[in-house]
């Protein structure tokens, strides 16, 4: 069992939790995740390990209530147990000293940057960040992105801060300023990867991505993770999850991230039935989607 | 309980002639048209009485060629003899010298192919499925002992204080857990998924193999005091290496869970998954009572199944009960060459699963949002034999056709599961992933540490890596008490007479 040790809620439907979890912790690099499962019924869901503190034997999770699992975590408290939490998963970040590093962050995605930026920084590679979220509620870690950074750039869609605009709009800026960058690392939605490497690609800056097909066991045991890369198939869970955004087929990735669509509205429906919850709000947003 | 005492009268003074008479005695089974309906197991048992009459059909040959074709070595005349006596304890006594997990091979072991292959009523009768019903009877003593309630346990046993980790909590590690514990050896077994029972439970679908019999042999072994650390994937959680380090000596039974794709054109598609995925989402994870539980599994009209063994009809039954109308089966070669248990083969044609055989898709085909319509088959003859023996075939030109699909899952077979071979290097594999051990021992290129099951013989069979587990455990006894690994099958030899 998992004791939840410390929650905090880092923006709208986006919560930080500190977990007891020594055995993941113990050997974890940056780049791995877990998959978890919070009931007896529930279902494994594979999420970034943002954090870990070896002395406490905690795990720190930055997760986005999206669906009925994670809005029922949401629900959970300080002092809760999560009973099943297996990892560290998938290969870690390569790690190097390259020169100049961009880390670009869109969304929730900021959370699985935040511990590749600050190993990047840590040995030794100048690191400038560019944080993209729709609006700035829903900017995340920028205080601690900003500690790892030599330079932080924020852009949203609506412009309540920074820049108004996309990531892509200050990475050309970046670029048309003189800024050379050795390594891109990306991590959002996938359609933000997508764009982000078709501009990399074009300024000739390898790019990393961390992609989040939809998973099952995280072991390379189903295949339901697979994705395109460099027209072969791989398994995100073991081979990944960070690959050459170049190589990504993006299309393909994000039309099988909907199979389960339809499915999914119906667990969080029945969900919002037995639990009488107010889910509208949620369920708005996801049909907006 | 005992049975009618005219079936126990008679029995001990039937001559050979009366017993080959005797029917062999069909198992009732829930109707196929109801069965298709849920999930629980399809047959039903026999009796008491049922048993005893089966168990009369036995010669007690003087040279049983049934226990030659055990991959264990059961004593079979022996347990059944005590059935025919209405003794079932003694039955069950005799059954799990040998084997540990009879529940579980009663139901799933290919016996067609192994004991009751050579059954000389089977041979008088010139039908295997004539047989004793060898497999059947063991199911029954071993459920009767199940439903006393409590499993006897052994004497306490003098601690050895020597540690053994156990990687991979499948019929292989679950064997020698079983058998190291009994030795008085300090056990842990480590175990990637939140269960233990590797493809028993996340594989074998309930209606086949009900997952509280699984739960009640771990259940057992916990009270034996193994220890199960779940959640716990050895080359992730730790290093291999550190595992070695900190036990005496290792297991590794980490199984074949590695699933093959056709690599043919649209196998990305949606709709499109892994004969693992389907029957994860479906076992393990319960799909089948979503949304009570949390994971989806994707429903179609129509689904195919694409392959011949037990995995294959495993998927082709679980579509049905998962609503579709039509379950098929695309598999390349002929029936007879089907890998599949003879029951399976049966039981799905019952349940109006489609054999589409001859056939094998060359390209799948999508809608434009990426969901999967139609699989291109091809149809193929059958040439001449190939290395394993059977009759390779060759497609047909020019006669491709399009079936229409909703879903369609690769059942085409397991490679050895590559997590703790590729993080450790030190273990020798096969060009195709298997680890290589010494047959007799178990024992891989690293000393101290075994392996077995599926892991070495790539996807198997749940007996062969209970009969690994054995040899392995008893090998890594004598390592433990010894310390000797470089001879250690000559020390073994002395034993031999006693085990096969
Ligand atoms: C390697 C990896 C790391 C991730 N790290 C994080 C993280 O740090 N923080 C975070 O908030 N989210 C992360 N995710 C995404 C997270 O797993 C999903 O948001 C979560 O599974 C949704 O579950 P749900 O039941 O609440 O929603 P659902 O209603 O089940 O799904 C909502 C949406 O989430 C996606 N999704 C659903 N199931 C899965 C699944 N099993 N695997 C992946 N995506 C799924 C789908 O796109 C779906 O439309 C990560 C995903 C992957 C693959
Ligand atoms: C659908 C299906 C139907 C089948 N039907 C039959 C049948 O009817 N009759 C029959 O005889 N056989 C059948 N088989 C084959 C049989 O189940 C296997 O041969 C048998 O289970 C192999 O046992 P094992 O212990 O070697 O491996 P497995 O049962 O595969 O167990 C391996 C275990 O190791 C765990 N593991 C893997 N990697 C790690 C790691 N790094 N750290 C920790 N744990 C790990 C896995 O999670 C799993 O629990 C079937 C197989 C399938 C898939
Ligand atoms: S071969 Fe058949 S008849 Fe002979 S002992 Fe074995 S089960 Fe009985
Ligand atoms: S999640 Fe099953 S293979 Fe990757």
Redesign the interface.
């Known amino acids: 069992m998992h004791v939840i040790l410390y929650k905090e809620t880092l923006g709208p439907d986006i919560t930080l939790y500190r977990l007891y979890a020594p ?2 912790a ?2 974890r690099k940056p780049g791995q995740f877990v998959l978890m ?1 919070i ?1 007896e ?4 869901i594979p999420i970034t390990l943002a954090d870990v503190d070896r002395d406490e034997g905690s795990i720190t999770l930055i997760i986005q209530s999206v669906g ?2 994670t809005l029922q975590l949401a629900q959970m408290e300080v002092g809760d147990s999560i ?7 998938g290969e870690p970040t390569h790690i190097e000293k390259v020169g100049h590093v961009l880390c670009v962050g869109g969304g929730i995605g900021t959370a699985p940057l935040y511990p590749v930026a600050k190993a990047m920084k840590e040995i030794g590679n100048r690191v400038t960040s560019v944080l993209g979220a729709r609006s700035e509620n829903l900017l995340i870690l920028e205080d601690r992105m900003r500690d790892v950074s030599d330079d932080l750039i924020i852009t949203t869609d609506d412009g309540s801060k920074g820049n108004k605009g996309l990531v892509t709009d200050a990475i050309s800026k970046l670029v048309e300023n003189g800024g050379k960058f050795d390594q891109c690392i990306c991590m959002g939605p996938p359609i933000m990867m997508k764009f982000v490497c078709i501009l990399t690609k074009k300024l000739g800056i390898p790019t990393i991505v961390s992609l989040n097909p939809i998973m ?2 995280g ?6 993770c ?1 994705v ?1 890369v460099g027209g072969k ?1 791989k398994f995100a869970c ?1 081979d990944g999850p960070e690959f050459d955004g170049h190589e990504v087929d993006f299309d ?1 990735m994000m ?2 991230l ?3 669509k339809s ?2 509205r ?2 969080l429906e ?2 919002s039935e037995e639990t009488g919850c107010r889910l509208e709000a949620s369920l708005k947003q996801k049909g907006a989607k | 309980m005992q049975a009618g005492s005219i079936i126990e009268a008679k029995g001990g003074k039937m001559k050979p002639a009366e017993r080959l008479k005797i029917p062999p005695t069909v198992m009732p089974e829930q109707d196929p048209k109801e069965r298709i309906h849920n999930v629980k197991e399809v047959p039903l048992g026999y009796t008491p009485e049922m048993a005893m009459i089966e168990a009369q059909r036995c010669l007690q040959c003087k040279t049983p060629f049934c226990i030659e074709g055990c991959p264990v070595g059961i004593d079979i005349p022996g347990f059944i003899k005590a059935i025919e006596q209405g003794d079932f304890s003694t039955g069950v006594h005799v059954l799990k010298q040998r084997n540990l997990l009879p529940a579980v091979c009663g139901r799933v072991c290919p016996q067609e192919e192994q004991c009751q292959a050579v059954c000389v009523i089977g041979k008088a009768k010139k039908d295997p499925t004539k047989a004793v019903m060898i497999g059947k009877l063991e199911m029954f003593l071993a459920d009767w002992e199940r439903e006393q309630g409590v499993y006897a346990t052994p004497p306490e046993v003098r601690k050895t204080g020597k540690k053994v980790a156990i990687v991979g909590g499948g019929p292989a590690g679950l064997t020698v857990a079983g058998d190291l514990i009994k030795y008085g050896h300090d056990v842990t077994v480590y175990e ?3 269960k233990a029972g590797g493809v028993l439970l996340y594989g074998i679908p309930e209606f086949r193999l009900p997952k509280a019999i699984v739960q009640t042999e771990v259940d057992y072994l916990e009270k034996l005091g193994v220890k199960f ?5 050895v080359g ?4 291999v290496e550190k595992i070695v380090e900190e036990n005496d000596a290792v297991f590794i039974g980490t199984g074949a ?3 093959r ?1 056709m ?1 043919v054109d649209g ?2 598609l ?2 499109v ?2 004969a ?2 389907y029957l ?2 479906a076992n393990l ?2 799909a089948y ?8 599994i ?1 429903k179609g009209r129509t689904v195919i199944t694409v392959g011949g063994g037990n995995v294959a009809m495993d998927c082709a039954r679980t579509a049905l009960r998962m609503g579709a109308e039509r379950s098929l089966i695309v598999y390349r070669r002929a029936e007879e060459q089907m890998p599949a248990r003879l029951e399976e083969i049966h039981h799905a044609r019952e349940e109006g699963v489609e054999f589409h055989l001859l056939n094998n898709p060359v390209r799948l085909v999508g809608n434009d ?2 969901w999967i319509t139609g699989a291109e088959l091809i149809k193929m003859e059958l040439g001449k034999p190939d290395a394993s023996g059977r009759r390779r075939p060759i497609p047909i030109e020019g006669s491709e056709y399009i079936m229409e699909t909703d879903i369609l899952i690769v059942a085409i077979g397991n490679s050895p ?3 703790v071979p590729s993080s450790y290097p030190d273990l020798d594999v096969t060009n195709w992933g298997g680890v290589i051990v010494n047959e007799v021992t178990g024992q891989t290129s690293v000393p101290g540490v075994f392996a077995g099951g599926d892991i070495v013989l790539g996807a198997a069979t749940v007996i062969l890596a209970m009969g690994h587990g054995r040899r392995a455990a008893r090998a890594m006894n004598l390592y433990l008490s010894s310390g000797r690994w470089t001879d250690l099958e000559d020390g073994l030899e002395l034993c031999r007479a006693e085990v096969r």
């Open positions: 055995d993941v113990a050997y499962r009931s019924e529930g279902e494994r009925k699992t009973p099943d939490i297996a990892g560290p998963l099952v066991d072991t390379g045991m189903c295949g339901g697979r395109t198939i073991v393909e039309a099988r909907n199979t389960y499915y999914e119906v667990a029945h969900y | 990637a998924f939140h650390r779940y959640n716990f994937i992730k959680t730790s290093p869970g590695l699933p794709f690599r196998e990305n949606l709709g998954l892994s693992n995925e994860t989402r994870m319960k009572t979503f949304p009570q539980s949390d994971t989806p994707v949002k990426g599961n590559p997590l």
